[in-house]
């Protein structure tokens, strides 16, 4: 057998092994995906040097047409891999508006490449015993495959042995032994019901939910959350369809049928770049075991798309929140309203949240999902309750869920909004979370309050990261997708923000929170005439006299020239709140800003004190009232809100 010498980067605790593309930290490998890889490399060789975003675009993504979300993401990826943040960088330095640049120290040195396969195969089998045919086939043509086939064969036969020796009744199919992808990412469809009626449809729900919570906490494994396959559970889509659609690496599909006094789940995990089933399995659990049922079903997954869990990974997956088969069955079916986020449903499933309390107040689960509604139903969205009512309720339901559990990342999520849109406590909010993705890295909605979060803190290159990835984690969201703009557009790159606003167009040109974002980031960018024309297909699609839409029509018209116009349109406002509408001091601000109506301005930014509107955040930056930030009376307001003067 012949030797070939191949580059090896050190830095820190990190190897990169060029040539097999593997990254370690000491004896652990880290999952990362090719790109990532490759962009690493390209940082090593030019270690010192800025490495323009052109440069790497050009470099990486040559063939391929791809916006710098890409870039975005997969730094943040190696970010993650190397346990830095942006802002305080020890490897990876980004250099605003130009690129990033390798400031850690690098020893290159050569070995021997197939001495290093040998190693860490035999590492790999010897904790096994070999008793299964197809195992030690696997491995038999493992020691004749090529450099790379060893290092696929080395995880494909791993994965059989766990298989083996751990998942009674489990079959592979569709799958030699050369063949097995990698799984970066997967998006776990809704279990179809077999029985008829709504409690089962409810369980399958519910079960999906608490089975994509468990898989998300694994390190290197990337899980659509239930809001981005809810929409297409439906749609009887091939794996290829929605992989294409979530962008996952593959598809765990099943069905879930009660029989007597059992469930019966039969699963899939299929490829979604050609449908091949890679693993199946099919498992029952007693009726009165259902919580056995999720976690059972979340290990055997992992052991077939994982190639390598932690301990920790491990904990999580056979923790056991409750023994109270009712209280878990509660909990499910709440979780089932809850995630259908509509004010109907969000009523819904309170009670049943409470209901498993009352069965099990130890199960923190609950507490988080009670959490999580008042949240909801504070957000001027749904409008359900005051938020002076609902935040305090979700801060204190977070709080005694994380007290019983503080592994929780939901509850962490909760908190971190709260205390941000709400209590303005923005370091704790950052704090609380950062914990969340630390321990869900899938959980969009936490990637994006971070993003909110940043912007508010004025780092809106991080910010713009964070928000990319959680448009990454939920490919779907229309919201997430609305607000991919907002890290530039209050940075004040309004170009770029309109650029971004548009993506969501790309689903949805019918989607008026894009089309009244776009309208903000052409207004405030100058571009007047693009503007209006914006706002008259804005008009299309909502009621012209929405609160809203007047303010952007009286703005533009001001800067258009037509003031009486503009003064007529904020005169009837003004009139609508007198008569006792509800109309939110933001648009009232915004308008008299334009119309330079100091005392009506003032009166507002008043009122966003005394009601804890949370734009108060974003007083001291927003481009609508920066003429107004030398005036005493907003200074005074800064200092009162603890923004600084």
């Known amino acids: 057998m012949g030797h070939r010498n191949y580059i090896d980067y050190e830095f820190g605790e990190f190897r990169l092994i060029a040539e097999d593309g593997s990254l370690w930290s000491g004896s652990e490998r880290i999952a990362i995906t090719q790109k990532a890889v490759e962009l690493l490399t390209l940082l ?20 391929t047409f791809v916006d710098e979300n890409n870039l975005s993401v997969t730094v943040s990826m190696l970010r993650k891999a190397f346990g830095e943040k942006a802002d305080d960088p020890k490897l990876i330095e980004t250099i605003p508006r130009k690129g990033y640049r390798f400031i850690g120290d690098v020893k290159i040195s050569t070995n021997d490449l197939v001495i290093a396969e040998r190693e860490y195969t035999r590492a790999v089998i010897e904790h096994i015993e070999i008793d299964d045919e197809n195992a030690g086939l696997a491995i ?14 080395a995880f494909v036969a791993f994965g059989i042995l766990l ?15 050369f063949s097995a992808p990698t799984v970066y990412s997967v998006a776990v469809m809704p279990l179809k019901d077999l029985s008829s009626d709504e409690n089962g449809r409810q369980m399958s729900y519910g079960l999906t939910d ?46 879930i ?39 059972l079903l979340a290990a055997q997954v992992a052991n077939a798309i994982a190639f390598r869990l932690s301990d920790e990974d491990r904990k999580r997956l056979s923790r056991q929140p ?92 909760v908190l971190g909004n709260v205390e941000l ?37 004025q780092r809106f290159f991080e910010a713009d990261e964070a928000i990319a990835r959680a448009a990454e984690l939920d490919p779907t969201s229309m919201v997430i997708a609305a607000d991919l703009g907002y890290p530039a557009f209050f940075s ?101 800003a334009e119309l330079d109506d100091k005392d009506g301005f003032f009166s507002d930014l008043e009122t966003f004190l005394s009601e804890r509107i949370d734009y108060t955040l974003y007083i001291k930056f927003a481009p609508e009232f920066k003429q107004y930030h030398a005036d005493p009376r907003f200074q005074s307001i800064l200092e009162r809100a603890g923004l600084g003067g």
């Open 44 to 63: 090593l060789e030019n270690r010192g040097r800025v490495v323009s975003r052109e440069e790497i675009l050009e470099c990486l993504w040559l063939d």
């Open 140 to 153: 038999a043509q493992l020691q004749r495959r090529t450099r790379h086939q060893r290092l696929a064969l």
């Open 163 to 177: 298989l083996a020796g751990l998942i009674g009744g489990s079959y592979l199919k569709g799958m030699g032994p």
């Open 210 to 255: 608490s089975l994509i919570t468990k898989l998300s906490a694994i390190r290197g494994l990337s899980v659509r959350p239930m809001s981005a396959v809810m929409p297409l559970a439906e749609k009887e889509l091939p794996a290829t369809a929605i992989g294409q659609e979530l962008k996952v690496d593959a598809v765990l599909e099943g069905t």
């Open 257 to 295: 049928q009660r029989g007597g006094d059992k469930y019966r789940v039969s699963v899939q995990i299929v490829n979604a770049r050609d449908n091949q089933v890679l693993w199946a399995n099919v498992v029952e659990q007693r009726l009165t075991e259902p919580f056995d049922l999720q976690r």
């Open 322 to 413: 409750t023994r109270n088969a009712e209280a878990y069955s509660e909990h499910l079916l709440a979780r089932f309203f809850l995630n259908k986020r509509t004010l109907e449903d969000l009523n819904k499933a309170l009670p049943h949240f409470e209901r498993s309390i009352e069965l099990d107040p130890a199960f923190a689960e609950p507490y988080a999902g009670i959490a999580s509604a008042y949240m909801l139903l504070s957000d001027s969205g749904f409008a359900g309750i005051p938020p002076d009512q609902g935040y305090p309720k979700a801060k204190t339901f977070a709080a005694k869920a994380l007290e019983l559990d503080e592994t929780i990342a939901e509850a962490h999520a």
């Open 421 to 457: 849109a709400y209590a303005w406590n923005v370091v704790e909010g950052e704090r609380q979370l950062r914990r969340a993705i630390e321990l869900n890295p899938s959980l969009s909605t936490a990637h994006l309050w971070l993003g909110w979060n940043l912007i508010v803190q």
């Open 492 to 592: 004040g790159d309004y170009d770029r923000a309109t650029e971004r606003f548009r993506i969501a167009l790309e689903r949805d040109r019918n989607f008026s929170a894009a089309r009244f974002n776009i309208w903000r980031s052409l207004f405030y960018g100058g571009r007047y005439d693009e503007a209006s024309a914006e706002l008259d297909d804005l008009e299309a699609l909502v009621p012209k006299d929405l609160p809203v839409l007047v303010m952007a029509r009286g703005c533009t018209l001001a800067r258009q020239g037509r003031s009486a116009e503009a003064k007529g349109l904020y005169d009837s406002l003004r009139e609508r709140q007198r008569s006792g509408e509800f109309i939110t001091p933001n648009l009232t601000a915004t308008l008299a």
